[in-house]
């Protein structure tokens, strides 16, 4: 996990992703929200109008809009171009966990410890629908990616299925419901049909604080103050518990399903985050300092901190005009001049990591290019000579030779220096046969600094190095 961006701040309560701009939005406990680009390390903008903590916070995916639930009971909408709050909904008689628009529909989601779950017209500015039936604090609420579901969690030790459907069609085709049945503010006074609960999921031992809806399967995820992170399966008649993942040692804060890997994040107040593989229930764990009861991974008692799963950049070599980079199996070259992007090559398949870095060696049109496994000790590199006469249409799959090592890199036209699982230094030739074993002092990483010289670097410095004086 890399640490994309690190801020300090009063208690973070709530957080939200822009889905298109590198922003996040933080609501705090003293009642601010901050706007921070976490790609420029800035805050952008705050927001001062709630009195008390502010626990829910959500971005609009297409309007320039955020919505925020405080322990004020009030629920606002607010435009950040603007830079100002356009209105207040009100209506919850306790404090407001959380707060998220739907994907299509002008709606507003709200839970709160009054036991209830509302759904909001922002566009109204109305109350459309209240949904009761939990007996304790609602934790937690979220409309489902794309059916008209609402899934809650609860300190009543319950997750719930609610059926929104004939909220839909009847926000669609308004006289479905007879006026008469209406009071003045709109809302239908006997709760028809608008919501009905379709699965109660019974399984933790205590109170449930976050409930979300995987992005394309039928599946839910949970966690609660009994530890555990459980996934469950649902269709049309059911819902049932398919597995539970345990490690967390204090209550769970938040668990949802990473959105294209099969993977599930959770944080809990034992001061750590795991991410879960739904494939193995393995889990890698990320411990944190100071971290507390909030509604998403990255905030914490002292501020937020932005991580990344992997890197998202690729694998790169730049020299003269031309530009080689990893593109899903393949080496692509760019000619910067001409902005003609073409498959040079295609690599071998067998390593399950993607390329990490490259190291390209003009004077004989070969490239080094290395993987590297989350366990240091099996990452490895690929040595390649790029056919000169490529097809790009289909490109061939020239025999690359792999060998053992952290980071290889070219020093001279037929050398290049290797950093072995000892941290130590191999020079080898365009055979891939050691020519001379170097010692260097500690170092972690390599980098190119011309002929023959290398940059080492370690946790504290960065110490030029020349691989003939071997000093």
Known sequence: MLTKFETKSARVKGLSFHPKRPWILTSLHNGVIQLWDYRMCTLIDKFDEHDGPVRGIDFHKQQP??????????????????????????GHLDYIRTTFFHHEYPWILSASDDQTIRVWNWQSRTCVCVLTGHNHYVMCAQFHPSEDLVVSASLDQTVRVWDISGLRKKNLSPGAV???????????????????????????????????????????VSGADDRQVKIWRMNESKAWEVDTCRGHYNNVSCAVFHPRQELILSNSEDKSIRVWDMSKRFFSCLQLNSFSSSPCPPGHDGGMIVFKLERERPAYAVHGNMLHYVKDRFLRQLDFNSSKDVAVMQLRSGSKFPVFNMSYNPAENAVLLCTRASNLENSTYDLYTIPKDADSQNPDAPEGKRSSGLTAVWVARNRFAVLDRMHSLLIKNLKNEITKKVQVPNCDEIFYAGTGNLLLRDADSITLFDVQQKR
């Open 178 to 220: 007879e006026s008469d049945v209406r009071g003045i503010t709109g809302v239908d006074l006997f709760g028809t049909t608008d919501a009905v609960v379709k699965h109660v999921l019974e399984g933790h031992d205590r109170g449930v604080n976050w409930a979300a809806f995987h992005p394309t399967m039928p599946l839910i």
């Open 65 to 90: 809009l955020f919505v925020s639930g405080g322990d004020d009971y009030k629920i606002k909408v607010w435009n950040y171009k603007l830079r100002r709050c356009l209105f207040t909904l009100l």
